[in-house]
């Protein structure tokens, strides 16, 4: 099992360490898998403009399920994100921390988001981690886990009243 706090890897065959502010090759690392370098890479550069850039992560059979879709196939999966971020204005996810075994990894994430009709507009942050299985290069399981109250329900009017205040008597 292999982990790595604070780092952000490239395609191009860098890592950028965040704590150290220094960057070196993937081969003087613990050998990312290539599947794992390109899917960290892609959603930290994912935005409404490359979508396309997930037909590079995806096998074509890939199961997604997040606490609110269960998708069946990258042309699905394609589809999701593109109604998703259509109506996002800002969304940046940062990698926190990278756990991988072969095929197999989980991923410590934030995302920051804008969408008009939320939290009037203003940017709200979720974190969350995805459990990831690959097949061959190409990811084939995707599942993230993430408080959906946090990043829809609470800034929804009234509603968000509601979650926040069962949010409260629950933790007492």
Not at 138 to 167: C, F, N, Q, T
Request: charged share 20%; with cysteine.
């Amino acid at each position: 099992m292999n982990k790595d706090k604070g780092q952000v890897l490239n395609l191009d065959g860098g890592a950028y360490d965040t704590a150290n502010g220094s960057s070196d090759s993937l081969q003087n690392r613990q050998g990312y898998p290539v599947w794992l370098a390109t899917f960290v890479d892609i959603y930290q550069r994912l935005g409404t403009d490359n979508l396309q850039l997930l037909l590079q992560v995806y096998a074509p059979n890939v199961h997604f399920q997040d606490p609110l879709h269960v998708i069946e196939g990258r042309k699905q999966l394609l589809e999701y994100f593109d109604a998703m971020y259509t109506n996002l204005s800002h969304c940046r996810f940062t990698i926190d921390d990278v756990i991988y075994n072969d095929q197999e990894a989980a991923i410590y994430w934030h995302m920051n988001f804008i969408h008009s009709s939320l939290n009037n507009g203003k940017a709200i942050e979720v974190q969350g981690h995805t459990r990831l299985r690959a097949d061959g290069d190409k990811v084939s399981y995707h599942r993230d886990y993430l408080d959906a109250g946090a990043m829809l329900y609470e800034h929804i009017p009234v509603l968000g009243r509601l979650v926040k205040m069962v949010k409260n008597r629950a933790g007492q």
